[in-house]
């Protein structure tokens, strides 16, 4: 652990203490904040109480919280409209079921007799869009959404992450506040509207993917990828809040809120996020050697690398990252899209009720997330387990558990406890894909993160509405229990299928495409977590300025908890 170095406020952070500079002046000073030897900062100046508070938080624990955050409310926007349509929409006539349980729903339609189940209540819905309207909707979103994942990968590796996340975190807010407008005046404005939203969001995980490289050691990378699972904590909270805002306000409040929840996480985004630790004015300099001591590579070097895409279209690793997170995807959106259409018309659940089951395996997932991250990086640094093979194992926990489940949902008619329990079970072991396959793309190439993860995604991503087609296409002459367990069927064979291809061609291994220089294996890397920092000399230089001006700062020890 380094235990040396100061925080200095440099000129450029002048805005936390209430002096703003024009973007000239801090584009001039970007290149100024620390020498290239990672020596103090050159402007040196006392440190205002702003920066004396916050200048104390680790800067990737800032950043952890800004992803996790970040994909909150980009999750929000996204999966609003999946139950807030159950109300948009003029609800339709029902026939009446008295046959087998194969036939049936698991309430009475009639209201007239007392069952058991509640039938489904009519929240007013005013918009007639008949079930080909609804998934043109629903799944316009992933049609832009594939086809941005490589344009995502370019712009960052030209533009950076800051820029790339943070403008398209505003239009698909933007757009988020338009869509009540949209909805009154032409469906075809809301498809064009969830369209780009598809587009923009599809920008965001690349670039986040990029920065882990830059910013996040290797004995940390599996934690930090749990703060991707904030769209697990965004999709739980966005179904119960908009039960409740449909309920209370009506389905119009449901954009209005999530939208505006958008703009404002902008706002913090331009003010805290930086592309790498050698532009961020607010890093000490021990947690800056440390990133630098235990990252194999840097941002503007990998700013100046040209993408092998010849190379990553060629490699069996890629593909087998992005054919086994197909998998994952299409059972994972069967449960976001159609699910909460499943609680609805075959089990029955009030909207409020709807909202609440839906989205609470998701906090449940998040928690899980944490979990898996932190065991998967125990295994490695112990060495218990290869990479590899900790790669392997959590994807399969990811994918294969989660298709048992869900294979069995459909046999257990109605007994709604034990749908409810192995539901919640399904959702919560997805999540372990963020220390298996997920993690995987930044072990293969650290350098080019960001397009590896945009052709995994191009790959992977078509699931995202290929999964919920087939639902509404499965359940288009009526949602019953027959039709669903084909769904469920049709999922659990496409999740246990794929994950085959990553057992036999999954690797933890850095590939020879990702640097001139001779690629690390696993067993290196696994080397590398090991590697004692806190034998880090110090040049006389720093020594005598530490001596001078530091006696008394308290250092940081520039670990993150995630």
């Not at 999750?75 to 609003?80: A, I, N, Y």
């Not at 929840?261 to 331009?270: D, E, K, P, R, T």
């Not at 000490?284 to 630098?292: D, F, G, N």
């Given at each position: 652990m380094i235990t040396i170095g100061m925080r200095v406020r440099p000129r450029h952070c002048d805005f936390a203490c209430?002096?703003?500079?024009?973007?000239?002046?801090?584009?001039?000073?970007?290149?100024?904040?620390?020498?290239?030897?990672?020596?103090?900062?050159?402007?040196?100046?006392?440190?205002?109480?702003?920066?004396?508070?916050?200048?104390?938080?680790?800067?990737?624990?800032?950043?952890?919280?800004?992803?996790?955050?970040?994909?909150?409310?980009?999750?929000?926007?996204?999966?609003?409209?999946?139950?807030?349509?159950?109300?948009?929409?003029?609800?339709?006539?029902?026939?009446?079921?008295?046959?087998?349980?194969?036939?049936?729903?698991?309430?009475?339609?009639?209201?007239?007799?007392?069952?058991?189940?509640?039938?489904?209540?009519?929240?007013?819905?005013?918009?007639?869009?008949?079930?080909?309207?609804?998934?043109y909707v629903l799944a316009s979103f992933y049609w832009a959404y594939i086809v941005s994942q490589v344009v995502g990968g370019l712009a960052t590796q030209k533009l950076g992450t800051k820029r790339v996340f943070g403008y398209a975190q505003l239009v698909t807010a933007l757009c988020s506040l338009s869509i009540p407008w949209a909805s009154e005046t032409h469906y075809a404005i809301v498809i064009f509207l969830r369209s780009v939203q598809g587009f923009a969001s599809g920008l965001t995980w690349p670039a986040m993917y990029a920065l882990v490289g830059h910013w996040i050691p290797v004995s940390e990378r599996s934690r930090f990828m749990s703060s991707f699972q904030g769209f697990s904590i965004g999709i739980g909270i966005t179904y119960p809040l908009c039960g409740f805002l449909i309920a209370s306000l009506g389905w119009r409040s449901v954009f209005?809120?999530?939208?505006?929840?958008?703009?404002?996480?902008?706002?913090?985004?331009?003010?805290?996020?930086?592309?790498?630790?050698?532009?961020?004015?607010?890093?000490?300099?021990?947690?800056?050697?440390?990133?630098?001591?235990?990252?194999?590579?840097?941002?503007?070097?990998?700013?100046?690398?040209?993408?092998?895409?010849l190379k990553i279209f060629t490699s069996l690793p890629a593909w087998a990252i992005g054919i086994t997170t197909f998998g994952r995807i299409w059972v994972h959106y069967t449960f976001i899209i159609p699910g909460p259409q499943y609680m609805k018309t075959v089990l029955g659940f009030s909207i409020e009720k709807n909202g609440v089951l839906s989205g609470a395996p998701f906090i449940c997932s998040y928690l899980a997330s944490v979990v898996f991250c932190y065991v998967a990086d125990k295994l490695v640094t112990n060495n218990w387990m290869s990479l590899t093979n900790v790669r392997k194992l959590f994807t399969a926990l990811a994918q294969v558990l989660p298709g048992v489940l869900v294979f069995l949902i459909p046999y257990l008619g109605c007994d709604i406890t034990l749908i409810l329990v192995l539901w919640f079970i399904a959702v919560t072991m997805i999540t372990a894909a963020y220390a298996g396959a997920m993690a995987n793309v930044v072990d293969i190439a650290p350098n080019f993160a960001g397009p590896v993860l945009a052709f995994a995604q191009t790959i992977h991503m078509t699931a995202s509405f290929l999964s919920p087609q087939a639902a509404l296409y499965i359940t288009k002459d009526g949602h019953t229990l027959a039709?669903?367990?084909?769904?469920?069927?049709?999922?659990?064979?496409?999740?246990?299928?794929?994950?085959?291809?990553?057992?036999?061609?999954?690797?933890?291994?850095?590939?020879?495409?990702?640097?001139?220089?001779?690629?690390?294996?696993?067993?290196?890397?696994?080397?590398?977590?090991?590697?004692?920092?806190?034998?880090?000399?110090?040049?006389?230089?720093?020594?005598?300025?530490?001596?001078?001006?530091?006696?008394?700062?308290?250092?940081?020890?520039?670990?993150?908890?995630?």
């Open positions: 209430g002096r703003m500079l024009s973007p000239a002046r801090i584009a001039m000073d970007k290149d100024k904040v620390y020498h290239t030897d990672l020596s103090y900062p050159i402007d040196e100046e006392p440190k205002c109480l702003v920066y004396r508070v916050f200048g104390q938080v680790p800067a990737r624990l800032v950043l952890y919280m800004l992803s996790w955050s970040g994909f909150l409310v980009s999750f929000m926007m996204r999966t609003d409209i999946n139950l807030a349509i159950v109300a948009m929409v003029r609800e339709p006539e029902r026939p009446h079921f008295n046959g087998t349980l194969g036939e049936r729903y698991c309430y009475d339609t009639d209201t007239s007799v007392e069952d058991e189940m509640t039938p489904v209540t009519d929240y007013g819905g005013s918009l007639d869009w008949n079930a080909d309207v609804q998934s209005y809120t999530t939208g505006s929840i958008g703009v404002l996480w902008c706002m913090v985004w331009y003010l805290l996020a930086f592309d790498s630790p050698e532009t961020h004015p607010r890093i000490s300099l021990s947690e800056q050697q440390y990133i630098k001591e235990n990252t194999i590579n840097t941002y503007e070097a990998s700013r100046a690398k040209t993408v092998p895409w039709a669903w367990r084909t769904v469920f069927n049709v999922t659990a064979i496409v999740a246990i299928s794929t994950y085959l291809f990553y057992q036999v061609f999954g690797t933890g291994d850095v590939q020879s495409w990702n640097d001139s220089e001779p690629a690390l294996s696993s067993t290196e890397q696994e080397l590398m977590l090991d590697k004692d920092i806190s034998s880090v000399e110090v040049s006389p230089a720093k020594t005598d300025k530490m001596a001078n001006g530091n006696a008394n700062t308290n250092n940081s020890s520039g670990e993150v908890i995630a």
